[in-house]
């Protein structure tokens, strides 16, 4: 059970440009999606949390007008980095939560190159 | 949450047991230890977790002491594939409504088998 997928599993984009990933919940319905990021040889950095059906949570230091967020749909969140530049390249990874037992369900990560 | 420690590198023979050891000496009364593991470019993977008795699953054991001040991850018979960062966590289980959905990762430890 609980499967997280993520869409796409790599892209490379030129900057300025925005790009789009999507998470969903395959057997499940997620009342709640996170989004992390992971630099090279860096740990997970939570950079927001989003509940079906609002705006999304965003963690101290994440520009919320550049990640933009949405959680249209208890399967369905899409993170959109705005303008991306080169610096934004990073290792993206999303996770659902259900209702009950609220545990987090990691999806498979989308690498993000910016050049 | 509480701050873990844990080594940054182990290395362990394939087939051997490989015992993972995370320090929480700040751990409250109500949190209990997480472990999620992250394979090269994945997403990260639950395994185990409890409060204060050992516990057992399919993948891995987790041994806490008494003091709940540390505790011990082992995975019985290691394999090439279980090479991973492995991050011990301590947290309050999630709920709905709380604020405690979030996971804080730390740098964890790279287990490294070898054949």
């Known amino acids: 059970g609980a499967v997280v997928s993520q869409h796409p599993s790599r892209v490379i984009c030129k900057s300025g440009t925005s790009v789009k990933i999507e998470c969903r919940s395959l057997d499940f319905q997620a009342t709640t999606m996170f989004w992390y990021r992971q630099f090279p040889k860096q740990s997970l950095m939570l950079m927001a949390t989003?509940?079906?059906?609002?705006?999304?949570?965003?963690e101290q230091g994440v520009e919320k007008d550049k990640f933009l967020i949405n959680h249209a749909s208890l399967t369905l969140s899409t993170l959109t980095v705005t303008s991306a530049h080169p610096e934004d390249s990073s290792f993206y990874i999303c996770?659902?939560?259900?209702?009950?037992?609220?545990?987090?369900?990691f999806g498979p990560g989308t690498r993000l190159t910016v050049t | 949450d509480a701050k873990t420690t844990q080594p940054p590198s182990m290395d362990c023979a394939e087939g051997r047991a490989a015992n993972l050891p995370c320090n929480h000496s700040t751990i409250s009364g109500n949190e209990y230890v997480y472990w999620y593991r992250q394979i090269h470019s994945q997403g990260p993977q639950y395994i185990i977790h409890g409060l204060k008795n050992n516990e057992t699953n399919e993948m891995a054991s987790l041994i806490i002491t008494e003091d709940r001040k540390s505790s011990t991850l082992i995975l019985p018979h290691a394999t090439l594939r279980d090479t991973a960062v492995y991050y011990c966590i301590v947290r309050v289980p999630p709920s709905s409504g709380g604020s405690n959905y979030k996971l804080t990762f730390g740098k964890g430890t790279l287990l490294t088998v070898n054949p």
């Open positions: 989003s509940n079906e059906g609002s705006k999304a949570t965003y």
């Open positions: 996770s659902a939560s259900s209702a009950a037992p609220y545990e987090q369900y």
